[in-house]
């Protein structure tokens, strides 16, 4: 049974950092690029962060870069999201995705809400 659980998020200040993981079994994690989505209230879901199946190349949203990092640590089957100098605008639920070629498998999400 695949399974992608996020953990990490909360309610920070303006400025604050948080830590996200997402936890993968079910599936050949190594095999697969992994992404970090968001989606605030009344928005589409936007893709934040992708890392590459081996962490070699990492792609961010310009609203991100240079504040957010994406990681992962195969030997645990986790990804993570390091989001620092965090704003009102970055609160939404967010989301872990695995993906390779056609197949990709999502998390359940978790909320970051950051008061101002």
């Known amino acids: 049974q695949v399974q992608l659980v996020e953990s990490g998020g909360g309610l920070v200040q303006a400025g604050g950092s948080l830590r996200l993981s997402c936890v993968a079994s079910?599936?050949?994690?190594?095999?697969?690029?992994m992404q970090w989505h968001r989606q605030a209230p009344g928005k589409e879901r936007e893709l934040v962060a992708g890392?590459?199946?081996?962490?070699?190349?990492?792609k961010y949203a310009d609203s991100v870069k240079g504040r957010f990092t994406i990681s992962r640590d195969n030997t645990k089957n986790t990804v993570y999201l390091q989001m620092n100098s965090l704003e009102a605008e970055d609160t939404a639920v967010y989301y872990c995705?695995?993906?390779?070629?056609?197949?990709?498998?999502w998390g359940q999400g978790t909320q970051v809400t950051v008061s101002s």
């Open positions: 079910g599936f050949t994690f190594g095999r697969f690029a």
């Open positions: 995705m695995a993906i390779m070629l056609d197949v990709n498998y």
């Open positions: 890392i590459s199946s081996t962490g070699s190349n990492r």
